[in-house]
């Protein structure tokens, strides 16, 4: 059997901007929320793919992670928010076909 699912991507963003004192999620430590929901998603087996992006443009809320296409932000995301954050995410993998 052959199963299509939505194609779900979660964006991380881990632009680091170049002046000093401008606030980016990469200086905020989202290169390692990156690594912990790769292998939070591998773990869990889900249908998700999770990629760099670079900027939001919600550059002083980051790390700033989003649920693509179309789906919602998350904002000053910290390492103790990924497990909840996929517990919320694994039933929105809807499958969209089924083949025999
Ligand atoms: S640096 Fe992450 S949203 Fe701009």
Not at 11 to 32: D, I, K, Q, Y
């Amino acid at each position: 059997m052959t199963e299509k699912r939505l194609s779900n991507t979660l964006l991380v963003c881990t632009h680091r901007r170049g002046a000093p004192n401008s606030p980016s999620c990469g200086g905020r430590g989202s290169h390692e929320i990156l690594r912990l929901l790769q292998e939070g998603v591998r773990e869990r087996r889900l249908a998700l793919n999770v990629e760099s992006i670079v900027c939001f443009g919600h550059c002083a809320d980051g790390p700033t992670v989003r649920l693509a296409p179309g789906g919602r932000f998350w904002h000053q995301v910290q390492a103790s928010q990924l497990a909840p954050m996929l517990d919320e995410i694994a039933p929105m993998l809807v499958c969209l076909e089924k083949t025999a």
